[in-house]
Nanobody, 123 residues
Framework: QVQLVESGGGLVQPGGSLRLSCAASRFTSDVYPIHWFRQAPGKEREGVSCISDTSTYYVDSVKGRFTISGDNAKNTVYLQMNSLKPEDTAVYYC??????????????????WGKGTLVTVSS
């Protein structure tokens, strides 16, 4: 069993930055890959980024703007989001699976989810 808790969301102006955190109840490299998904109002959940022992992944729409990283000492994975756009507005979730899987992987492959943190990009 793994508990995941997201934090760091909020309201930010276009062009601004936020850093999301995903705190895991277990040593993060034991539960890699860890994934960030987001769901905007009226849209399907989409994979944004993930991190494994050997690689990272970003969806095309966030490449060059978002950076994922992990701190095993704090059991935490971060998503640094820069140059935010209104279309980044969504609830952001971190997730992982019971057994090590692929990075990226679809949402239906995830077994553990956080409750999400809301990111609103608006002037």
């Amino acid at each position: 069993q793994v508990q995941l808790v997201e934090s760091g969301g909020g309201l930010v102006q276009p062009g601004g930055s936020l850093r999301l955190s995903c705190a895991a109840s277990r040593f993060t490299s034991d539960v890699y890959p860890i994934h960030w998904f987001r769901q905007a109002p009226g849209k399907e959940r989409e994979g944004v980024s993930c991190i494994s022992d050997t690689s990272t992944y970003y969806v095309d729409s966030v490449k060059g703007r978002f950076t994922i990283s992990g701190d095993n000492a704090k059991n935490t994975v971060y998503l640094q989001m820069n140059s935010l756009k209104p279309e980044d507005t969504a609830v952001y979730y971190c997730a992982t699976s019971k057994v090590p899987g692929y990075c990226p992987a679809p949402s239906f492959a995830m077994d553990y989810w956080g409750k999400g943190t809301l990111v609103t990009v608006s002037s």
